[in-house]
């Protein structure tokens, strides 16, 4: 049955599911589903309260949604071209203005301190008080800074990251930070590629958390290397994906020392205008696949999941993963409805204008 919840923001139940979902258990008794979002547009500008607050809706409103999208994962604290050093980011009253949770994220890379990004986090703290406090989630400090220093990070020019010694100190540093305040119950975890959570040259990391987000790309699985953790010897086609995201899920777990895992970024492109990914092919048609397949079959209502993405922000790259529509009010690019019987929360927000032009 679908419900119609547009107006409502609920956060879905934890479901006693077996394999993936149990892995992925956590200590409350929450589940959180929604998108990543940076600080900044397409058109290289900082987004604005209204920009955040436009995306919190649109993405409470998605058509056919299968449950509710409240919920998003931030990479910083601080405004985009802020005024001043530690300007918090705009999306903390959008987040407010729409009860949309947050699992905030700190910036790590290129820097010997997260000074700016804590005054950042604890300003906004100060201002909003209890009513943001209430939407946090969870902290993650840094974002794939140990994947930009791997070998593979630098082969493929992912840009500046850090070292494992300095994260724990970062994740010192916010511990101590939010003691005694109103986010001082909030866990805290840290966001990496599968490669890195596998390395244990990174394993202080993963004792220093509370939890582990992990990204996990199968369209990006080109290497060979890769081969050894994929039953089969396949490709990274569209057709492979579970396979692919099953086994990398799993390598993560294998690594989490029995800590929650989180995917706090997965999804398939619509669009590539670069160079090809192994056999991997970006297409509208593989993108809602992917969403069928790994969203709704194994992720949605089970795993705290970020889906990347829901708008698209980095202008750097020739691949483009947008859920919805370039003009956020166009609606998806396909039909978000998940197979009956895939185990996925109920439809909310029922239309029969399932979606929106498949380009932006």
Not at 220 to 237: A, H, M, Q, Y
Not at 240 to 259: H, I, M, Q, R
Request: proline letters at 6%; hydrophobic letters at 35%; charged letters at 20%.
């Amino acid at each position: 049955m679908c419900k119609n919840m547009s107006s409502m923001f609920t956060i879905l139940p934890l479901l006693a599911m077996a394999g993936i979902a149990t892995a992925g258990r956590l200590p409350a008794k929450k589940i959180y589903q929604g998108f990543n979002s940076g600080n900044m547009l397409m058109d290289r500008t900082a987004k604005n309260e209204s920009d955040f607050r436009k995306e919190f809706e649109t993405m409470q409103s998605l058509p056919n949604s299968p449950g509710l999208f409240n919920a998003v994962r931030l990479y910083t604290n601080i405004q985009g071209y802020p005024k001043t050093p530690s300007e918090p980011l705009s999306a903390f009253q959008a987040a407010i203005d729409t009860n949309t949770s947050l699992l905030l994220g700190i910036w790590c890379s290129g820097t010997t301190n997260i000074t700016f990004e804590l005054d950042a986090m604890m300003e906004a703290i100060d201002t909003y008080g209890k009513k943001l406090a209430d939407l946090v989630i969870a902290i993650s400090v840094g974002s794939e800074d140990l994947y930009r220093t791997s070998e593979k990070g630098i082969e493929q020019g992912a840009g500046i990251g850090t070292y494992p010694a300095n994260l724990t100190g970062f994740i010192k540093d916010t511990r101590e930070r939010i003691k005694h305040t109103l986010l001082a119950d909030k866990p805290i975890g840290h966001v990496d590629t599968w490669t890195s959570w596998m390395n244990t040259s990174n394993s202080e990391v993963t004792e220093a958390v509370d939890w582990i987000g992990v990204d996990i790309y199968p369209f990006f699985e080109k290497d060979p290397k890769v081969r050894e953790f994929i039953p089969g010897n396949l490709s990274n086609t569209i057709d492979n994906a579970v396979t692919f995201f099953d086994a990398l899920y799993e390598v993560t777990l294998d690594a989490s020392k029995g800590k929650p895992v989180w995917i706090t970024e997965t999804g398939w492109p619509y669009a590539n205008k670069g160079n090809p990914w192994g056999e991997a092919k970006a297409s509208v048609a593989n993108q809602q696949t992917y969403w069928q397949e790994i969203g709704c079959s194994k992720l949605f209502g089970r795993v705290n999941t970020f889906w990347y993405t829901l708008r698209d922000g980095n202008p750097d790259s020739d691949i483009t993963f947008a859920v919805v529509a370039d003009k956020l009010d166009l609606g998806p690019r396909f039909d978000l409805t998940c197979p009956a019987g895939s185990g996925a929360p109920a439809t909310v927000n029922c239309s029969k204008d399932k979606y929106g032009p498949s380009t932006g």
